[in-house]
């Protein structure tokens, strides 16, 4: 059974930083690409960053390119989510997100943890 369990969200100042962790478990790791996808209330779900776990290559949207960094610790099974140089923001569930077919920029994979809360204000 897929498990996907985050941690790491709170309350920043803009410019902050925080660092996501996603707990994975249940799947065959090499195979698999794992994502986060923030979700505000009243949007739509955005993928911010994926990443390959097999061969541990990325892909970022645009607006996170320089301020957001995925990554993966093969032995611990954890992917992380370093967020930098945070824009104020309405508040955010920032959802861990794993699927076998790929990277989904629309959010749409098949596995979800429940998220973690970011909020950046002054």
């Known amino acids: 059974q897929v498990q996907l369990v985050e941690s790491g969200g709170g309350s920043v100042q803009p410019g902050g930083t925080l660092k996501l962790s996603c707990a994975t478990s249940?799947?065959?790791?090499?195979?698999?690409?794992v994502g986060w996808v923030r979700q505000a209330p009243g949007n739509e779900r955005e993928g911010v960053a994926c990443?390959?776990?097999?061969?541990?290559?990325?892909v970022y949207k645009e607006a996170a390119k320089g301020r957001f960094t995925i990554s993966r610790d093969i032995a611990k099974r954890m992917v992380y989510l370093q967020l930098d140089s945070l824009k104020p923001e309405v508040p955010a569930v920032y959802h861990c997100?794993?699927?076998?077919?790929?990277?989904?920029?629309?959010?749409?994979?098949?596995?979800w943890g429940q998220g973690t809360q970011v909020t950046v204000s002054s």
């Open positions: 990443i390959t776990l097999g061969d541990g290559s990325t």
């Open positions: 249940g799947f065959a790791w090499g195979y698999y690409y």
């Open positions: 997100a794993s699927d076998s077919a790929g990277c989904f920029p629309r959010g749409t994979y098949d596995y």
